[in-house]
């Protein structure tokens, strides 16, 4: 699909906290694909790098993702993350 938005939000979990991370980004899943903006998204561990973690996430435009922006999930998991990791910008691909 032409125009889509690609993301790829890097995360490293903090000593001890990732099992909390990882399982808040993969809760992320099923309600983020359901929006009908997103075209997908994945969590991923790091299978060399313990607590390195990253999510792929395709979105349809700007406007769907800011929607997401502002959905119960993601303010959800944005606070364990701020909790549980030490986040990195999301980059565009």
């Not at 980004?25 to 561990?45: F, H, K, Q, T």
């Not at 959905?71 to 701020?82: L, N």
């Given at each position: 699909m032409a125009n889509?938005?690609?993301?790829?939000?890097?995360f490293q979990a903090k000593p001890g906290?990732?099992?909390v991370l990882r399982d808040a980004l993969v809760a992320m899943i099923v309600p983020s694909e359901a929006e009908a903006g997103c075209l997908g998204y994945r969590p991923l561990?790091?299978?060399?790098?313990p607590g390195s973690?990253?999510?792929?996430?395709?979105?349809?435009?700007?406007?769907?993702?800011?929607?997401h922006f502002q959905?119960?999930?993601f303010k959800y998991?944005?606070?364990?993350?701020?909790?549980?990791s030490r986040r990195r910008s999301p980059s565009a691909a």
């Amino acid at each position: 699909m032409a125009n889509t938005l690609v993301l790829v939000a890097e995360f490293q979990a903090k000593p001890g906290q990732e099992d909390v991370l990882r399982d808040a980004l993969v809760a992320m899943i099923v309600p983020s694909e359901a929006e009908a903006g997103c075209l997908g998204y994945r969590p991923l561990a790091d299978p060399v790098k313990p607590g390195s973690m990253i999510c792929l996430e395709e979105w349809r435009d700007e406007a769907a993702l800011e929607f997401h922006f502002q959905t119960p999930h993601f303010k959800y998991v944005a606070q364990v993350s701020t909790r549980s990791s030490r986040r990195r910008s999301p980059s565009a691909a």
